[in-house]
């Protein structure tokens, strides 16, 4: 009886027939679809828009898995994306009318949005950020490009000689579609990710909605009512939609953790946003799934406008972590003019500040720069994404007296003819370390840009136990011989990962160095530069492979082969997405996960005429958004208690456990409360 009924929905693809003239090209016995109806440019168009999903997908992700593991199995899956064809199309000719199926490819991808919002949470957790983006793309790229090759590839059949067996003729069709598209995936590839940042239209908003609209413009029908609930959904509830209603319901759910997002904006290098923690009192940059630093604001208790607030601003920024701080110790570098035996022998490089110029590469939040500026040094930035810029200044405070670049570090420092007294090398972001910024030709560039004395840092961040550190020493040791190498923290004993930051000083001269005692000057009147300016954990140089070839990825980094660090990227850019978790809470990086979103909105929303609808919907979010029991036990668990606590609790957890039965007392005082003393509402629920 299935095949019956099969040929019956087969039947009912008269609703949609062909041109009158259109060749018939597919074998009648073929199990593919039949869409010789669906003009031979349309197919090219198709394929073009699903080969754009490939980029787009990666770039969706990269916030809350991190842009190495997004990518990670993504060629994989594309690879295979041919054998998908069979089994949906299988799968869809006893579900849909034949001639139908190619209408419900808008709706797929209006719908991505929303299935990467809900499988997010429910898989990243669970299967790490590798599996998940996996398993993610499965369902969305992989669905539209599989379908794509489904409804398009007969349109190549006439490409197969006539003298090819007929068993033949049914599969080369689709092997050459899947040429044609994966050749437009490569420069899709190439392009585009390059494009985002640089207009509202290429955005991780904006891009699915276009390639989905483009869909719709090239395949429209009825079927596109389907779509309406996905697009209410990606415009009301998708946390990257830069509306204020978005934005609103994002800073409800964050609230729960005491974190607050002040700015987001599309950027070259990704997703950049600046947070605030509200309990301890820090602000921090993001950058994907990676932090560009952060900096104290203010005091513990002590909010902005509040009674006894101070601005935790003296000098300069106060760093919440100590390791940028590191980097300003290129002023502190004593030249030898001796053996090097005593103290005595060592002198001050005898540059003053105010003569002094420096170069900074990579701006992050500006903790460097803005403290070589307080020194009173000329410093010059090269950023290459104009958001970091932006953000920096307006929320950490960057100055203004110093030279801003927006361009490539690598093409600046091929061009330009200034010499620098100090050159800083900061450019680790989004799990992985530019490979290009480390090779040796860049850092010989660098070279030329020093003077003769003049002292050079570089911070290398990654797992110290993989191959590519030893590589990154190794060639920064072929071009500048000597060098110290500090590590960020003590090491660990028979570590199985060791993720730190490594700092690299070094001179031009074969002279040894070391680095004078601090003074109270160079502190800046901050706790973070007493504590961590004067490199403490010096790291041998032997501890590392210098011979190479033993670790199979060469002597040096090069131009020529800087594509060998990939397949050692992931395991460190995995060991970055585990450090990053504990660095700020999950619900932090997984910014989708909105607690009781529609509700929110139906609070928000000020244009609702009739009152006692507006008190129903308030009153039916704050029930909703209110901690469970259940939820409260998860948290004393693990903090180490099961019942109530005599005290503030220490840590992440901690915060989070007095932060929900903060909000349960609330509730429980708003019970007792006499209806006419409770009023609208309106002033508690913030509309």
């Known amino acids: ?355 002094a110029k420096a170069l900074v590469v990579g701006l992050g939040i500006g903790t460097t720069p803005a403290a070589l500026v307080a020194h009173g040094i000329e410093t010059t930035v090269v950023e290459i994404d104009p958001v970091v810029f932006d953000f920096a200044r307006d929320y950490f405070a960057l100055p203004a007296n110093l030279t801003g670049i927006v361009q490539d570090a690598t093409v600046y420092v091929h061009h330009t003819k200034d010499k620098f007294d100090y050159i800083v090398h900061d450019v680790f972001t989004g799990g992985a370390e530019p490979a290009e910024l480390f090779t040796v030709e860049f850092i010989k560039g660098l070279k030329r840009r020093l003077n003769d004395n003049g002292v050079i840092a570089i911070n290398y961040a990654g797992d110290l136990l993989l191959p590519p550190a030893a590589l990154i020493v190794r060639t920064t040791l072929a071009v500048f011989p000597n060098c110290r190498m500090f590590r960020e923290d003590a090491p660990k004993e028979d570590p199985t990962t060791d993720f730190t930051n490594i700092i690299f000083f070094c001179r031009k001269t074969k002279r040894p160095f070391a680095f004078r005692e601090a003074t109270q000057g160079d502190f800046l009147q901050t706790m973070s530069r007493q504590q961590g300016l004067a490199p403490k954990f010096e790291v041998d140089p032997q501890s590392f492979d210098l011979t190479g070839g033993t670790d199979g990825i060469g002597r040096v980094l090069s131009d020529k082969n800087v594509t060998v660090l990939q397949k050692w990227r992931a395991p460190g850019a995995m060991g970055h997405w585990e450090v990053m978790r504990t660095v700020l809470p999950p619900i932090v990086w997984e910014n989708c996960m909105a607690r009781a979103p529609t509700l929110s909105i139906l609070t928000h929303w000020r244009k609702i005429p009739t009152f006692p609808l507006r008190r129903a919907a308030r009153k039916l979010a704050r029930a909703s958004s209110a901690p469970s029991s259940r939820t409260y036990q998860r948290l004393s668990s693990d903090a180490g208690y099961m019942n109530s606590t005599d005290g503030p609790l220490d840590g992440m957890v901690g915060a989070e456990l007095n932060a929900v039965e903060d909000e349960m007392d609330v509730r429980e005082d708003e019970k007792d409360w006499p209806e006419t003393e409770r009023g609208d509402g309106d002033e508690r629920a913030g509309v």
Not at 167 to 191: D, K, N
Not at 207 to 230: D, E, G, Q, W
Not at 293 to 321: K, L, S
Not at 327 to 346: K, M, W
């Open 1 to 355: 009886m299935a095949p019956e009924n099969a040929k019956k929905r087969r039947g009912s693809a008269a609703a949609f027939p062909s041109p009158p003239n259109a060749p018939n090209t597919a074998p009648q016995h073929v199990m593919f679809a039949d869409t010789t109806y669906i003009p031979a440019w349309k197919c090219y168009l198709l394929l073009l828009i699903a080969a754009c999903w490939s980029p787009v997908s990666q770039l969706t992700l990269s916030p809350t898995h991190g842009s190495i593991p997004a990518a990670l199995y993504h060629s994989q899956l594309t690879a295979n994306l041919l054998l998908l064809t069979v089994p949906l199309d299988i799968a869809l000719l006893y579900i849909l009318p034949l001639k139908e199926k190619p209408f419900f490819l808008p709706v797929l991808a209006f719908s991505v949005p929303a299935i990467q919002y809900y499988l997010t949470p429910l898989t990243l957790e669970k299967l790490g950020p590798a599996w998940s983006a996996l398993v993610i793309e499965f369902f969305t790229y992989g669905m539209i490009v599989a379908l794509t090759l489904n409804v398009t590839w007969q349109r190549f059949g006439r490409f197969v000689p006539p003298t090819v067996e007929q068993s033949l003729r049914t599969f080369i069709p689709p092997v050459i579609a899947s040429a044609v598209l994966f050749g437009f995936e490569r420069g899709a590839q190439a392009y585009l990710p390059a494009l985002f940042g640089t207009s509202v239209l290429f955005s991780r908003a904006f891009t699915p909605a276009i390639l989905a609209f483009c869909m719709a413009a090239l395949l429209p029908s009825k079927y596109l009512l389907f779509a309406a609930l996905p697009i209410s959904h990606n415009l009301f509830l998708n946390p990257h939609t830069p509306i204020s209603v978005a934005m609103r319901g994002l800073n409800e759910t964050l609230s729960a953790v005491n974190y607050t997002l002040l700015d987001r904006r599309e950027g070259p290098t990704g997703y950049i946003s600046v947070l605030q923690n509200n309990q301890d009192g820090f602000r921090v940059m993001r950058c994907d799934h990676s932090l560009l630093g952060g900096e104290w604001v203010f005091g513990v208790g002590q909010w902005p406008g509040g009674e006894g607030f101070t601005d935790r601003r003296a000098i300069v920024g106060e760093p919440v972590y100590t390791v940028f701080v590191m980097l300003e110790a290129v002023r502190l570098v004593q030249d030898a003019v001796g053996d090097g035996s005593s103290e005595e022998d060592f002198l001050s490089i005898g540059v003053p500040d105010k003569d």
